[in-house]
């Protein structure tokens, strides 16, 4: 399919292309806002725009992912939390029990 048709089907509301969600922050003014974009676009963005930055203070995880996969792995898999103890049991391992 030729990029014009691609973008016709996305005008028209008939493709649905996810973008990436970047939080940026103006280095002078300190207005945020949220941008998306492709992946692809974002190096030059920044490079087109060098007066806003990426918002690390919004972070790249939510709450709720950070440190949770652990448990959320267990629950969906009962034997996971067996295999990651045995593989601590093992002389010399760098893995931690769960």
Do not use: F
């Amino acid at each position: 399919m030729q990029d014009g048709n691609l973008q016709q089907l996305s005008q028209h509301g008939l493709l649905k292309v996810n973008m990436a969600i970047y939080p940026i922050i103006h280095k002078e003014t300190g207005e945020k806002k949220v941008i998306e974009m492709s992946v692809h676009d974002i190096t030059q963005w920044y490079k087109d725009n060098p007066e806003w930055q990426r918002d690390w203070s919004e972070g790249c995880a939510s709450p709720g992912e950070v440190g949770d996969w652990q448990n959320r792995l267990g629950n969906r898999n009962p034997g996971w939390r067996e295999v990651i103890n045995r593989v601590a049991n093992v002389p010399g391992s760098t893995v931690e029990k769960i």
